[in-house]
């Protein structure tokens, strides 16, 4: 319990010189773009190729499910489409990225931290928090929201592809379904999620890194806890997010 | 000048760094010798402020270092330039990035003069036609000559070395060992050194301090440091065989 606690205090203590006033603004910027790369368009492929045929599974299960002359088939296109936008694409997305971009994170500032590069950084006096932890943060917290818009599209573009070549749903029915009853807030429900799941994988992930004592072994063992970590608070980040959210 | 009084550090119940005392002048060579483990990196790491000392006082000219917070320490750490044993490049930065780091956080200079120094700096130590190398593409002397450039490139008025000839072969070390003597005359910085390595201390050492398990055991010169009458520090000097051999053959 004594251990949970230091962390916690110690995690918000990182979080409050990480949001400290950058040395040279335009050295963030780069170094934020850099990220941006890095954490972001990297993630793309995975995404997609995951969302696609997280898609197409969804509709053909949702299809095989509902084998009933009640239920109308456009009803597949929707169960499709409400599922990838409420939970998969925000909440698997982000299980994924914590997986891709936590353990990328931790591993990184780990690694600088037992070759001593944060070190050198702060004899320079650079905020070592700030100048690697800050890019990181606002990089993750603009690109995963697009990532998930991405995951979206993918996912019920899977969706339509598999129901329509395995001949459960016609297409006309698919779109239709796509497009009957839809809540506009869904969306931003997934959006507002995502964001705190962003942060949770880039703070939690650095963290994890930043406080490494040793050598590749501890890093290896900080990249893994900076999975774990993240993915946990992410399911209980999703279950308070939805609570709120949508009662 | 840096002037380090009655230092004491403890990690857990083990005292690291016992009472130790020493005054470092400028634009000479200071060494601290000691076997591994000694504590001659945690004294390093006390004086730049990586680690907190639990009493004794840190003196950079006339201002007292460990009294400072983080904010007015930053002032001081502009001044100071480091080499780490492992060279601490950064593995994302190019070599010529890696010397305009400081340059661009701490200047704001147009990027043909951080460039125009950059090169300098680069051409100081000797590193041509590698500016666009990673750290992982270089040997382990040229790591250490761009982490020296990267040292030097703000002017600093402070230099430390922690075991700048470690891993490295005996040629490349004593060219390390010239540059690093060189760079502390023509610049007038007050350097300290940690080393074991005994052509280090015949070489360059102006100014020798000898720890032992946390302890200042003997201070001096290199003129003095082969009469010492300091057990301890005589047997870290002739530890060596062919040292041992050349002490037999002189008595």
């Not at chain 2, 790591?143 to 075991?163: G, M, Q, T």
Request: proline share 3%; net charge neutral; charged share 20%.
């Amino acid at each position: 319990m004594f251990r949970f606690l230091s962390q916690t205090g110690l995690y918000f203590i990182l979080l409050k010189k990480v949001f400290s006033r950058p040395e040279k603004p335009s050295v963030y910027y780069r170094q934020t773009m850099r990220e941006l790369v890095f954490l972001g368009f990297n993630s793309i492929g995975i995404i997609a190729i995951i969302s696609f045929f997280m898609g197409a599974v969804i509709t053909l299960q949702t299809a095989y499910n509902t084998e009933n002359p009640i239920y109308p088939t456009y009803l597949i296109g929707l169960g499709c489409r409400d599922s990838i936008i409420l939970e998969f694409s925000s909440t698997i997305t982000a299980l994924i990225l914590a997986g891709k971009v936590g353990s990328n994170i931790a591993s990184e500032i780990g690694t600088m931290r037992v070759t001593e590069q944060i070190d050198a950084l702060e004899i320079m006096g650079v905020n070592s928090a700030s100048y690697l932890i800050l890019p990181k943060i606002i990089a993750t917290l603009l690109f995963n929201p697009l990532l998930t818009l991405l995951s979206i599209i993918v996912g019920i573009t899977g969706g339509w592809i598999a129901g329509t070549t395995a001949g459960v749903i016609t297409s006309q029915d698919f779109i239709y379904g796509i497009q009957y009853a839809f809540i506009p807030y869904y969306i931003t429900y997934s959006i507002i999620k995502t964001l705190f799941f962003a942060f949770i994988i880039s703070s939690v992930s650095a963290f994890q890194g930043y406080f490494v004592e040793g050598g590749s072994l501890e890093v290896g063992r900080a990249s893994t806890k900076a999975v774990v970590y993240s993915s946990l608070l992410i399911l209980l980040f999703n279950v308070l997010l939805t609570q709120l959210l949508l009662s | 000048m840096i002037k380090v009084d009655n230092l004491y550090k403890k990690f857990n119940e083990q005292t690291v760094l016992d009472n130790i005392s020493v005054k470092f002048d400028p634009g000479k060579t200071n060494l601290v010798i000691g076997r591994s483990g000694s504590g001659k990196t945690v004294l390093l790491k006390s004086i730049i402020g990586l680690h907190e000392v639990d009493s004794g006082e840190i003196w950079y000219d006339d201002i007292l270092f460990n009294e400072l917070d983080f904010k007015a320490r930053k002032s001081i750490r502009k001044e100071i330039g480091m080499l780490f044993q492992g060279s601490a490049l950064f593995d994302s930065l190019t070599v010529e990035q890696n010397v305009m780091f400081p340059l661009d956080m701490f200047t704001g200079k147009p990027i043909e003069e951080k460039l125009e120094r950059v090169n300098f700096c680069l051409k100081r130590v000797n590193i041509l036609n590698a500016n666009q190398l990673y750290p992982a593409e270089l040997s382990g002397g040229m790591k250490k000559r761009v982490a020296i450039a990267r040292a030097i490139s703000l002017n600093p008025k402070y230099l430390f070395c922690d075991e700048p000839n470690s891993g490295l072969d005996p040629l490349t070390a004593i060219l390390i060992d010239e540059l690093i003597k060189e760079l502390t005359e023509e610049y007038c910085m007050t350097t300290i050194v940690n080393t074991h390595d005994m052509n280090s201390v015949m070489k360059i050492g102006d100014k020798i301090m000898f720890i032992h398990e946390g302890a200042k055991c003997w201070e001096g010169s290199k003129e003095e440091i082969l009469n010492s009458d300091c057990d301890t520090l005589n047997d870290f000097i002739f530890a060596n065989a062919l040292a041992r051999q050349l002490r037999q053959s002189l008595k």
